[in-house]
């Protein structure tokens, strides 16, 4: 029985292996890249109405900074698509990140792009992953997206573009995106 099931049913599983090759190859032709630099001024005053940070959890007792493991912040900041005094507002980033490394230097972020402007409206991007706080370039994937973004996938990097004494930091945010 199994030596006449294999000899029929084999062919068959290679011809799907090569069909579904040939699928993907077709469409990872037709995947499209696109590049984004985008700002994310952090408005950071502790209790200001117009901050865009805050703690929502954390450690009985022990300071709310980046520095305490297990803190977790909420933040919608504004995006704009240059770091003009007053740029104009392509979307909001959306997002969690908490202190997630025992030695501190880790943050586990989840942050919703959402897209405002024009041209991606309606469009969102999902950038998941760990975020060695303390580098100056800090590189997180680009996990998924919806809208102009469906399937998306790459990579993000975040550098602090500038920093006013402890109360706002511009962070630049560039992402490379394939998509369909
Ligand atoms: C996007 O940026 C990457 C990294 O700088 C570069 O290699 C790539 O060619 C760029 N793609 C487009 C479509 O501009
Ligand atoms: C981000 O993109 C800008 C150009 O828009 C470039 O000057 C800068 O070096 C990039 N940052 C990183 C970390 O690649």
């Known amino acids: 029985m199994a030596q006449n099931f294999l000899p029929k049913r084999l062919p068959n599983l290679f011809l799907v292996l090569a069909l579904a ?19 994310f001024p952090d ?3 502790p209790g200001a109405t117009s ?5 929502v959890a954390g450690v009985a007792s022990k300071a709310q ?7 977790v912040f909420v ?10 005094p007053n ?17 501190r ?22 950038i998941q992953g760990v975020s060695k706080q303390f580098e100056v370039v800090r590189e997180v994937s680009v ?12 990579y993000a990097t975040f550098e602090t573009y500038s920093y006013h004494v402890a109360t706002h930091a511009v962070i630049r945010c560039n992402v490379t995106v394939q998509h369909y």
């Open 75 to 84: 933040t919608d900041d504004f995006i704009t698509e240059s770091a003009d």
């Open 51 to 55: 901050s865009t940070v805050i703690p």
């Open 21 to 39: 090759t040939a699928i993907y190859s077709a469409k990872a032709t037709n995947l499209k890249e696109t590049n984004l630099s985008l700002y």
């Open 65 to 71: 900074t980046f520095t305490q493991f297990g803190i």
């Open 105 to 126: 230097l880790n943050s586990h972020v989840m942050i919703s792009i959402v897209f405002t402007n024009k041209e991606y409206s309606g469009s969102t991007l999902e």
């Open 87 to 103: 740029p104009l507002e392509v979307g909001r980033a959306q997002y969690m990140y908490m202190t997630a490394g025992l030695d």
């Open 143 to 154: 996990v998924a997206g919806t809208g102009k973004f469906r399937f998306a996938r790459g």
């Open 43 to 45: 408005i950071l005053a």
